[in-house]
């Protein structure tokens, strides 16, 4: 009877014991899924984030200069053809001149000021027109011409109409250099650039003035807009702040006098 007592207890023991191994099984795996189920969780957290698209600008174009292509008025009260107002690439181009149309630019816009002629050289009312030009005045030539194709050798007509601007003898400067001006404008209107959305920017220019006692005045929304009014305000506002100092234009007789710039900014591909 005592033995059967014994085999019993032991019996009764073991069973305990993988009851208790069974439960504590369980609990380890539920806690494991548990685990796996939270890391998945946070795999999911962290994918999200790589994923999520950052805000990407339009190559800027930031550049300050005069309005069109400048040309002393020293050197136009000289010239007696249209090649001095021509870049290399337009007098390669060139193979016969038909027509040269010389229009003078008033408020952004063709004038009813001008003079025509026939060949690249200049007539007398055409040199008349272009030496009454004064400082900061604008002109165009448009310019009809015959070119060579390269591939069949005959002549085909074209046309351009490079855009002048009368500039002094001795152009306004930025003490501490263009780059530096550049750096300045771009600094602190890259925050700004923020509310661009899917690279929907157009282009402004902001003319203004440095004085003959090298201050900047006349600062004026000249043209076009960014199509954001916070931008274009933000960059006017810049204009008128520009730190450090100019060293004044000067004229034929070392006049000191006023020089215009424009501030051009927008895309680059659209500038």
Partial sequence: ???????????????????????????????????LSNSADIALVDSNIETTPKMTLPDLYYGVDTRFAAVKKSDIDKETTIYAFLNEGEKQQIAQVNSVDLIIIKNNQHSNIREYGESENLTDRQLKLLKSTDYFSH????????????????????????????????????????????????????????????????????????????NVSNVIHDVMTTGYASI????????????????????SNGEKMDYEFVFTFGPRDGC
């Fill in 232 to 251: 274009d305000q933000k960059l006017i506002e810049l204009v008128k702040n520009i730190p450090g100092h100019w060293i004044p234009a000067e004229n």
């Fill in 1 to 35: 009877m005592r033995n059967a007592n014994i085999i019993l207890f032991v019996k009764s023991t073991t069973l305990t014991l993988l009851i208790l191994c069974l439960i504590s099984c369980n609990n380890t795996t539920t806690t494991d899924e548990s685990k």
């Fill in 139 to 214: 002109f165009k030539l448009k310019t009809i011409f015959k070119e060579k194709n390269t591939k069949n050798s005959k002549l085909e007509e074209h046309w351009f109409g490079p855009y002048i601007t009368v500039v002094p003898e001795k152009q306004a400067k930025y003490v501490d250099g263009k780059e530096a001006l550049l750096t300045y404008l771009k600094e602190n209107s890259i925050d700004d650039m923020n509310i661009i959305t899917n690279k929907k920017l157009g282009a402004i220019k902001i003319s203004f003035i440095v004085t003959k006692e090298g």
